[in-house]
């Protein structure tokens, strides 16, 4: 998935991570890059219901780390903002977890630097200029 987007509620951004979600499969990276409040969680939450994790997604700015199971993936959501570089990265055991075969989402990946693979999905989100609700979505 490719290309620019608008979206302007909490409903378009779930639709926008349900279409990419369509596209992912077990090992595969997501980063979400923007500010604080710019939609990062919002659209690990849409992600999460299309790929039918049951329960809450809540950010894990405070324990980093999130495992979140459906019957046929592991869903681990990274908030990689209390952070500090790519040692602080290591020490939460960022290897094993991209080792386990799980769909990845990592906020704030650029603490991650040259840690993040090659191969992963970057997706850009900033507040829009169309009103408080609306954001620029981005899928480089």
């Known amino acids: 998935m490719k290309g620019s ?3 302007r509620s909490v409903e378009e951004t779930w639709k926008l991570a349900a ?7 077990r090992g595969d990276i997501v980063c979400l890059e923007g500010e604080l409040g710019a939609g990062k969680t919002t659209f690990t ?19 980093i ?23 602080d990265v290591l020490a939460i055991g960022w290897e094993d977890y991209l080792e386990r075969g799980a769909i990845v989402v990592i906020e704030w990946p ?8 090659a191969g ?7 507040h829009g200029d169309g009103g408080e609700d609306e954001r620029a979505v981005e899928f480089r």
């Open 19 to 25: 279409s990419l979600a369509k596209e992912l499969k």
């Open 5 to 7: 987007f608008k979206v």
């Open 120 to 126: 992963a999905r970057h997706i850009v989100f900033r």
């Open 65 to 87: 780390v999130q495992e979140h199971e459906s019957p046929d993936v592991l869903l681990v959501h990274m908030d990689l903002y209390r952070l500090s570089g790519e040692d």
């Open 45 to 63: 939450q849409g992600l999460a219901a299309a790929l039918g994790v049951p329960g809450r997604v809540t950010s894990p700015t405070f324990c």
């Open 110 to 117: 650029e603490r991650a630097g040259s840690l993040v693979p």
